[in-house]
């Protein structure tokens, strides 16, 4: 078994033993409440946003995939977004449509490893903006179930952590450039680095992907709300903000099952430590799962499109071969000569009928000749 299998398999078990956990803690109620209170109009607005961020998160690929020398159009960068969004949300792991993703465009384009790290950097990129954003609201916004991490982020111990960290990581990258290392390792970081300078940090790049990041990470706080209005919390906005953003940044944790997991554990943690009660986080969650995975069904149906288109493939392949072959039997009939394809035209009857009346005058024109 490889590292990668192994690591999904204990990601998939990690996410199965949080809900299991919030299950028995808080009850099946919770679960089906959420269910529940999810109507029409509440499906229609989160498909609404979830076309918001696909189209977004599309153009931020388009615009890394610009900045490495890919050629990608938005439309089919939409709709491989959207398969990618489905395969997330039905499959374990939270990751394997990105996986695929990856490996389709760069398979499309020819090089593998520059679409996969094309991906990788978007991905990346937007999972940066939500962290620079989430730390700032996280420290600003004043919120009960934060105190105790706030006071652990601007202890001095924090911040000398930090400090340590992101010297090291200096230290490291100056030395990685001023010496031209020769090992495969070596080359692969300044690689990475280049096109990552290429395709988040260049001029005609990093504006459009911060825009389009900014934009993605309020449709999905735009959604969480959209949820927790649904399950009937009345809190105002700004106390849901920090709790979702909570809540956004265990989502990108590795720890799922199609996404279920972290997130509703902290968001059941949050919604208690602020004074919501646990129950009405979990049922949030719940919520915000459901929607999610229906603003994702559209890639079900390009999925669909994409087998069918596959499976007529062979027929049309097998059309364009018939005719063809067919139109090579024409142009060497028409190359025949004109009385080869009159002879071979005519009835073998009639041939036979034409011989039989030669053989009938031929004794008599012999006799009328003996006579004279």
């Given at each position: 078994?490889?590292?990668?299998?192994?690591?999904?398999?204990?990601?998939?078990?990690?996410?199965?033993?949080?809900?299991?956990?919030?299950?028995?803690?808080?009850g099946?109620?919770?679960?089906?409440?959420?269910?529940?209170?999810?109507?029409?109009?509440?499906?229609?607005?989160?498909?609404?946003?979830?076309?918001?961020?696909?189209?977004f998160?599309?153009?931020?690929?388009?615009?890394?995939?610009?900045?490495?020398?890919?050629?990608?159009?938005?439309?089919?960068?939409?709709?491989?977004?959207?398969?990618?969004?489905?395969?997330?949300?039905?499959?374990p792991?939270?990751?394997?449509?990105?996986?695929?993703?990856?490996?389709?465009h760069?398979?499309?384009?020819?090089?593998?490893?520059?679409?996969?790290?094309?991906?990788?950097?978007?991905?990346?990129?937007?999972?940066?903006?939500?962290?620079?954003?989430?730390?700032?609201?996280?420290?600003?916004?004043?919120?009960?179930?934060?105190?105790?991490?706030?006071?652990?982020?601007?202890?001095?111990?924090?911040?000398?952590?930090?400090?340590?960290?992101?010297a090291?990581?200096?230290?490291?990258?100056?030395?990685?450039?001023?010496?031209?290392?020769?090992?495969?390792?070596?080359?692969?970081?300044?690689?990475?680095?280049?096109?990552?300078?290429?395709?988040?940090?260049?001029?005609?790049?990093?504006?459009?992907?911060?825009?389009?990041?900014?934009?993605?990470?309020?449709?999905?706080?735009?959604t969480?709300?959209l949820?927790?209005?649904?399950?009937?919390?009345?809190?105002?906005?700004?106390?849901?903000?920090?709790?979702?953003?909570?809540?956004?940044?265990?989502?990108?944790?590795?720890?799922?099952?199609?996404g279920?997991?972290?997130?509703?554990?902290?968001?059941?943690?949050?919604?208690?430590a602020a004074?919501?009660?646990?129950?009405?986080?979990?049922?949030?969650?719940?919520?915000?799962?459901?929607?999610?995975?229906?603003?994702?069904?559209?890639?079900?149906?390009?999925?669909?499109?994409?087998w069918?288109?596959?499976?007529?493939?062979?027929q049309?392949?097998?059309?364009?071969?018939?005719?063809?072959?067919?139109?090579?039997?024409?142009?060497w009939?028409?190359?025949?000569?004109?009385?080869?394809?009159?002879?071979?035209?005519?009835?073998?009857?009639?041939?036979?009928?034409?011989?039989?009346?030669?053989?009938?005058?031929?004794?008599?024109?012999?006799?009328?000749?003996?006579?004279?």
């Amino acid at each position: 078994m490889s590292g990668q299998t192994l690591r999904a398999r204990v990601g998939t078990l990690a996410g199965a033993g949080i809900l299991a956990v919030l299950v028995w803690r808080l009850g099946t109620g919770a679960f089906l409440d959420g269910l529940r209170r999810i109507d029409g109009p509440t499906l229609l607005a989160a498909l609404g946003l979830g076309l918001l961020t696909t189209v977004f998160s599309a153009w931020r690929w388009c615009i890394v995939a610009r900045g490495l020398g890919i050629r990608l159009p938005l439309g089919r960068a939409v709709a491989d977004y959207y398969r990618a969004l489905f395969l997330n949300a039905a499959l374990p792991g939270g990751v394997l449509g990105d996986v695929h993703r990856a490996v389709r465009h760069g398979q499309h384009t020819g090089d593998v490893g520059r679409g996969v790290r094309a991906v990788v950097l978007e991905r990346t990129a937007g999972q940066l903006v939500l962290i620079a954003v989430g730390v700032a609201v996280l420290l600003a916004q004043p919120s009960p179930a934060l105190a105790q991490p706030r006071h652990l982020a601007t202890s001095p111990g924090t911040a000398l952590a930090l400090a340590v960290v992101s010297a090291l990581v200096i230290a490291v990258a100056l030395r990685l450039r001023g010496k031209p290392g020769t090992s495969r390792w070596h080359r692969a970081v300044r690689a990475t680095l280049a096109e990552a300078r290429l395709g988040l940090l260049a001029r005609s790049s990093w504006p459009g992907v911060v825009i389009s990041s900014v934009v993605v990470l309020a449709g999905y706080l735009g959604t969480f709300l959209l949820a927790a209005r649904a399950a009937g919390s009345t809190a105002p906005f700004a106390e849901l903000v920090p709790l979702m953003v909570l809540a956004l940044l265990a989502m990108a944790l590795p720890l799922n099952v199609g996404g279920w997991g972290p997130r509703e554990g902290v968001t059941a943690w949050a919604f208690g430590a602020a004074g919501l009660g646990a129950a009405q986080g979990l049922t949030v969650a719940v919520v915000y799962g459901v929607l999610t995975f229906a603003a994702s069904l559209p890639g079900a149906g390009v999925l669909a499109g994409q087998w069918l288109a596959r499976s007529r493939r062979p027929q049309l392949q097998l059309e364009e071969r018939v005719l063809a072959e067919g139109g090579t039997s024409r142009r060497w009939t028409e190359r025949v000569p004109h009385h080869r394809r009159t002879r071979e035209a005519e009835p073998r009857d009639a041939v036979a009928e034409q011989d039989r009346r030669h053989g009938d005058v031929e004794p008599v024109q012999r006799l009328l000749v003996q006579e004279a």
